[in-house]
């Protein structure tokens, strides 16, 4: 589950349900577990985690290992067909001018990234330029301060990580290595070897590394996320079946696309975005059916001749049925969903504790305090994304991006 060629969409642990059926419940399951000894520190742990920074745009950059030669670029040097790479300031004009602050920032990476003497392939988030980045004081503290896209980072200016950003041109987070001997078909790996890089001034390159052993859990807290991963591998036996039909009835073409089950991970988004979680699982099930008669609507109205129509009309009906005859296992899915949610915020709000970096959303009157992004949980080669979606998630959604 969660094992990307190009890192170009990380999921989040409870999605993996909806993406994989009874497959993608027992991988969330597993992940749980991983954290589970990680967090009791036991020599069985293979796991490691890494901050997720809010930052964009997603800059590629290295060797290309097909010409030897050093570019820049954004996830687009991964197209199959005209891949982006930029190995010179025209190139990033002739692919990104209609964007300036992103060919501006690509500039940056191209003239001081190089410096850095990276071997292979690497993939980060530009952070700032020294034009983007601030100094200011928040909440009485004198920061450096930064907005890539949502979140607002912080560092005191005489932290040592402030120092160094007080003295560099750009920032960045590289968290993603690529192994083979084309691009296109290039296998992404967790990490980035940044000690090898050379130290350059201009560049502040922030490690993104979590230390959860230094996370300290009371023998009840252990207690109670050990019997929550029970209850959610339990539950995910319970619903395992019904989450394959689902998965086999999601789709985004053709008759699939009509059908309840396809609009899952839209609802639960849409519930994100005003603020809401999953309590009762009864009612939220109803909020659910009453998003799906939204939807359809639209798309029928949208509908000209009647012989379409009818047909139409016969999907929803179908869905609308097979909503009425497995209210119980909707509702078991709901609770699932919750309690996976629930599990991981637990741990969120621990590795919170960790972070050096000031975060912050922006409003009309300043600024509010807030979570980091979320982290990211590597095990075996697979990889899950940690995020309060309410906080950030919500944010994502509705505060304006500065790169942009």
């Known amino acids: 589950m969660a094992n990307v060629t190009q890192l170009k969409h990380l999921e989040h642990l409870e999605d993996e349900m909806l993406n994989y059926g009874s497959e993608g419940c027992a991988a969330s399951v597993s992940f ?9 520190h036991k020599s069985t742990a293979t796991g490691f985690l890494q901050t997720k920074w809010d930052g964009a745009p997603s800059v590629v950059c290295g060797t290309d290992p097909s010409t030897s030669v050093f570019f820049v670029g954004t996830k687009s040097v991964f197209n199959k067909i005209d891949p982006k790479l930029c190995a010179s300031d025209d190139a990033i004009d002739r692919w990104y001018g209609d964007k300036p602050n992103l060919a501006k920032g690509l ?5 001081y990234f190089k410096q850095l003497d990276i071997k292979g392939v690497v993939q980060g988030d530009l952070m700032y330029t020294d034009s983007t980045r601030k100094e200011e004081v928040v909440n009485g503290e004198k920061l450096y301060t930064f907005t890539p896209n949502t979140i607002t980072y912080g560092i005191p200016v005489d932290h040592p990580i402030g120092v160094e950003v007080g003295q560099s041109k750009v920032g960045v987070v590289f968290h993603t ?97 005003e603020g809401r979680s999953i309590g009762n699982a009864r009612v939220t099930l109803d909020k659910l059916i009453e998003f799906y008669h939204g939807k359809m609507k639209k798309k029928l109205a949208a509908i000209k001749t009647p012989k379409t129509l009818a047909v139409k009309r016969q999907l929803v009906f179908q869905s609308e049925e097979y909503l009425d005859e497995n209210v119980s296992k909707f509702t078991d899915l709901l609770n699932l969903y919750r309690e996976m949610q629930i599990t991981k915020q637990f741990i969120i709000d621990k590795l919170d504790h960790l972070e050096k970096f000031r975060t912050f959303v922006r409003e009309d009157k300043g600024y509010k305090v807030t979570s980091p992004e979320g982290y990211v949980l590597h095990q075996d080669g697979n990889m899950i994304k940690l995020v309060n979606r309410l906080e950030f998630s919500y944010n994502n959604f509705t505060v304006a991006k500065q790169w942009r």
């Open 32 to 40: 749980l577990e991983e954290l589970a000894k990680m967090l009791g």
């Open 107 to 111: 500039k940056f990476a191209l003239k």
């Open 177 to 273: 290595h690529y192994v083979g001997d084309n691009l296109a078909d290039a296998q992404a790996k967790a990490g980035a070897d940044v000690k090898t890089f050379n130290k350059v001034k201009e560049v502040a390159v922030i490690e993104n590394d979590t230390n959860i052993n230094d996370v300290t859990l009371t023998a009840q807290e252990v207690v109670k996320f050990e019997r929550h991963i029970k209850i959610i591998a339990t539950l995910c036996g319970n619903c395992g079946e019904f989450l394959d039909n689902i998965v086999e009835k999601t789709g985004t073409t053709g008759d699939a696309n009509w059908h309840v089950a396809s609009y899952l991970k839209q609802f639960f988004n849409a519930e994100i975005r």
